[in-house]
Nanobody
Framework: QVQLVESGGGLVQAGGSLRLSCAAS????????MGWFRQAPGKEREFVVG????????YYADSVKGRFTISRDNAKNTMYLQMNSLKPEDTAVYYC???????????????WGQGTQVTVSS
């Protein structure tokens, strides 16, 4: 079992930056692939970015490529999402996820955080 807790969301103007954190429980954090998903009002949950257990490979949705950066510190059991050049369309609840497989589909993940709200004003 893995418990995940997101933090760092908030309100920011377009063009600004936010850094999200995902703190995980457990001693096997480094074995899990991690990812971020988001869900905007009235829309389905969508993939944002994923990272392998080692942190050596990342893969981004086209909508955030070049603006968002994922990283992880396995010694601290923490994953991060640095979000730059934010746009109003980035407004959503952002969810941290972990799984032994990982991927771009939510079914590839086994554990989820409660979500943190990101609001980008124009």
């Amino acid at each position: 079992q893995v418990q995940l807790v997101e933090s760092g969301g908030g309100l920011v103007q377009a063009g600004g930056s936010l850094r999200l954190s995902c703190a995980a429980s457990g001693r096997t954090f480094g074995r899990y692939a991690m990812g971020w998903f988001r869900q905007a009002p009235g829309k389905e949950r969508e993939f944002v970015v994923g990272i392998r257990g080692s942190g050596g490979y990342t893969y981004y949705a086209d909508s955030v490529k070049g603006r968002f950066t994922i990283s992880r510190d396995n010694a601290k059991n923490t994953m991060y999402l640095q979000m730059n050049s934010l746009k109003p369309e980035d407004t959503a609840v952002y969810y941290c996820a972990a799984g032994l497989v990982g991927g771009t589909d939510e079914n590839d993940y086994d554990y989820w955080g409660q979500g943190t709200q990101v609001t980008v004003s124009s």
